[in-house]
């Protein structure tokens, strides 16, 4: 175990490393000239002079780049245009707010999908009407679907809040106002967890060792939840970190549509403004973020099954 933990941190500094490389080349082959951009056709040459110093523009790109890989040794992601402040200072107001948003709506969306994928294993005539919702749920657009909702349970009943965040002096406050953008993201992404669950499950049903089990008279519920729940949650660990991943990309519409102080409306924020720095930033925290979150993945095989063999 110690071997593969320490294999899988080197995998995920070189991912990270790789990432930061990309980040840089790709804002390098932007084609136009981003000084220009950020201020215009008509900026002084004083004001130009001093952007390309700010962006590190007045080096060659191999110094550039080494400097870029420098300051993510020493956490320096350096200073934002639009806001005058560190990009890790930005970030770090930001990222607590889409991190609790993100793990209520993973955690709804499991906890609406195994109950119905367990429901639809064990009950056939319910398969059909279960399979057919879910279908539906997950072509509905996610903005489409936070619009509604917000009509539906902000406006027309208001019994959340609609959009804004307090502030996390109040617990309570916190959960009323991210609930709503939760249960967006939740109903989004619970068709995906539904249908690998149900899959999983219906070919764990279908082994030896259940048969066995029921033949032994062990009661059906314990059936599905001892015997057959556990293996067929491996294929499901796997999707959760995906969605993982896919929902802190995708938060980016949530928070837009409930007006939500995360990074998502920071990165908006920053594509509005050309702050390349505080791109780079955003785009490496997510990479990060994603690389811990398929680690943990990792770590999870073992737990749900010591027969997994680490590579």
Request: aromatic letters at 6%.
């Amino acid at each position: 175990m110690r071997g593969f933990l320490l294999r899988r941190l080197l995998l995920a500094l070189a991912t990270l490393w790789l990432a930061a490389t990309l980040v840089f080349a790709l804002l390098l082959l932007l084609p136009g000239d981003p000084v220009q951009a950020i201020l215009g056709l008509e900026a002084s040459p004083e004001a130009r002079a001093a952007l390309e110093r700010a962006l590190g523009l007045d080096k060659p790109p191999g110094v550039r780049y080494l400097d870029w890989l420098l300051g993510l040794l020493r956490l320096d992601l350096g200073e934002s245009l639009r806001y005058s402040k560190p990009v890790g200072e930005l970030l770090g107001e930001r990222l607590p707010l889409s991190l609790a948003l993100v793990f209520l709506g993973l955690s709804g969306a499991l906890l609406l999908a195994l109950p119905l994928a367990l429901l639809a294993a064990r009950l056939p005539l319910w398969d059909l009407a279960l399979s057919s919702l879910m279908a539906s749920l997950q072509s509905v657009p996610t903005f489409f679907l936070g619009v509604v909702l917000l009509y539906a349970l902000a406006v027309h009943l208001p019994l959340l809040p609609a959009s804004g965040f307090p502030g996390w002096d109040s617990p309570k406050e916190v959960l009323r106002h991210l609930l709503l953008p939760a249960l967006t993201l939740a109903l989004s992404r619970a068709a995906v967890l539904f249908r690998m669950a149900r899959g999983s499950l219906l070919e764990a049903l279908s082994q030896d060792y259940i048969r066995t089990a029921r033949a032994k008279g062990v009661p059906e519920g314990l059936v599905l939840l001892k015997h057959a729940l556990r293996p067929a949650s491996l294929p499901l660990v796997t999707v959760l970190g995906l969605e993982g991943g896919f929902l802190l990309t995708g938060a980016v519409v949530v928070e837009a549509v409930f007006a939500l102080p995360g990074l998502g409306s920071l990165a908006l924020t920053a594509l509005e403004a050309r702050d390349y720095p505080l791109l780079q930033g955003l785009v490496l925290t997510m990479a990060f973020l994603i690389v811990l979150l398929n680690l943990l993945v990792d770590l999870l095989y073992g737990l749900l099954d010591p027969r997994v063999e680490y590579a």
